[in-house]
């Protein structure tokens, strides 16, 4: 896993005007794209707690890299 370059959020906007999706589509992707964001941050900090990272360097920079969108 890479992490995002696109904010997914603004992604999903982005796509809906040029398909013409529904209208409920859009809120529907914007909501997984911050769920999963939310899952995403909670899981890795309990990873980083599991494999004993140090807070600081090493957990920051696994969190940023993996969940932070660009």
Do not use: T
């Not at 603004?10 to 809906?16: P, R």
């Not at 589509?25 to 899952?39: E, G, K, N, R």
């Not at 090493?58 to 940023?64: A, F, I, N, P, V």
């Amino acid at each position: 896993m890479q992490g995002f370059y696109v904010c997914g959020a603004s992604a999903s906007i982005a796509i809906a005007g040029s398909v013409r999706a529904k209208k409920e589509h859009p809120p529907v992707a914007i909501s997984l794209v911050v769920i999963y964001a939310i899952v995403m941050i909670l899981l890795l900090s309990f990873i980083c707690r599991l494999l004993q990272l140090p807070a600081g360097d090493s957990c920051g920079h696994l969190l940023l890299e993996k969940i932070h969108q660009k």
